[in-house]
DNA sequence: CCCGTATATTACCCACGAGTAATAAGAAGT
DNA sequence: ACTTCTTATTACTCGTGGGTAATATACGGG
């Protein structure tokens, strides 16, 4: 069926790593069951049972991969995350203006937010973690903030954005973007990447800093 | 202290009225107290033990007024509803172009937020509520959303707003208010009058078809 | 002053679901 | 085949917190 057992291989430890990816799978296969039931029934109306039910187990055996039901849902958390702040990492190691990195950044997290975990990300309420792991998602959600006033800033500064309040703006795309968590559904009429690319304009539009738009403003200036 | 108990007044339902004055009363502190603590801890972590305690009282006085934890959620949540109800019917009972029409909205839906009863609209998980309230809660936001995407093809329709993708303008505007209710805070450097007059400004900026943006319009044409 | 109603308290119930033994089954290695 | 480690199951505990029954207290009206 799969070549997760090659026995035509000699090493000793294939088996061993055929193994630990197995496990892996199942892993992944818990979080992704999970986020599912928890978008769908809330994270507090989602048992364990009836994810356990979903994978055809039975509860106690997600104990072997998780410790504990809001471990699932902070690791449900930190794979949006990830994908976020790997998008980030990815920008700032291009180049080019602070508004085109702003608009890389929008796309990214707009395809993010129409994904299951990235979703995570704004319909979970932090207030389910630990005390530790809010800590942790409260850091994340800050870098990522902190990424969006970066590039504007940095837009502002080079020229390729209009003067503007940085904190309001960026407040305002964000927020553009973590609704998408709430309304996208995978059936709908506009696919992820169709948004994204969408928004990625459209929530720059009135902030690039055109010769056109440069005309305006020194017409009512 | 108060004129609640107005002996003087010989009607014989007065003092009727003046108690169910303080039921009211009681009843309305019970919600400003339990939406706070909702917000603050989540709808789960919070207890009918802690509102009560809040309130120097003990968990069954509650039942006094309300039959159940969720229909106390319900209520906060229309009570922010209710008040951006009030402000599409105050705008629609005036006039004004599509483009004049949709920031009075933005600019209420952003006070609105702004409160704590507004941000239950969007902080509280609508799994929480029953079958039925969430009927009623789906359709609240189905109105307030037509409401913007009414404004915003109307302002098409009569030139103020230029041609746009209005779900996903809305969207985004949309989108860009209901993250003021889980940023704002009170005690911070922006006011929510501040916020609501920049964000009706700033989310309708790339939206106005002025004589400026028209000729864009046409250049890029 | 007494009665009836509204409103509060104390003391309880109990459903639910997370988490935990105790244990069985299955595969890998010898 | 025997052992061992992993992974799964059955059967259970138990804390938590929403909700209730019985009851006390305050207050306005006759």
């Not at 009836?50 to 471990?71: C, H, M, Q």
């Amino acid at each position: 069926m799969d070549a997760r057992h090659p026995s035509s291989d000699p090493s000793p430890w294939m088996p061993f790593a055929s193994r630990r990816r197995a496990r892996d799978e199942k892993r992944e296969a818990v979080l992704r069951t999970a986020v599912q039931l928890f978008l769908e029934q809330g994270y507090h109306r989602a048992t364990l049972n009836g994810v356990a039910e979903r994978l055809n187990i039975t509860k106690p055996a997600l104990y072997n991969y998780f410790r504990s039901k809001d471990e699932i849902l902070f690791e449900c958390w930190a794979l949006g995350q990830e994908r976020v702040e790997d998008c980030i990492a990815e920008i700032d190691a291009g180049n080019g203006t602070g508004l085109s990195k702003l608009r890389k950044l929008i796309q990214g997290y707009a395809l993010g937010m129409a994904s299951d975990f990235g979703a995570s990300l704004v319909r979970f309420n932090s207030h389910d973690l630990t005390e530790a792991n809010q800590k942790i998602a409260r850091a994340g959600k800050r870098r990522i903030d902190q990424a969006f006033r970066n590039y504007v800033s940095e837009g502002v500064k080079d020229g390729s954005i209009k003067p503007c309040d940085v904190k309001l703006t960026t407040f305002a795309i964000v927020g553009s973007l973590n609704w998408i968590g709430h309304w996208f559904k995978h059936d709908g009429a506009l696919s992820a990447e169709a948004i994204a690319s969408q928004f990625s304009v459209q929530l720059t539009d009135g902030l690039a800093k055109t010769r056109a738009a440069k005309k305006i403003t020194k017409k009512k200036a």
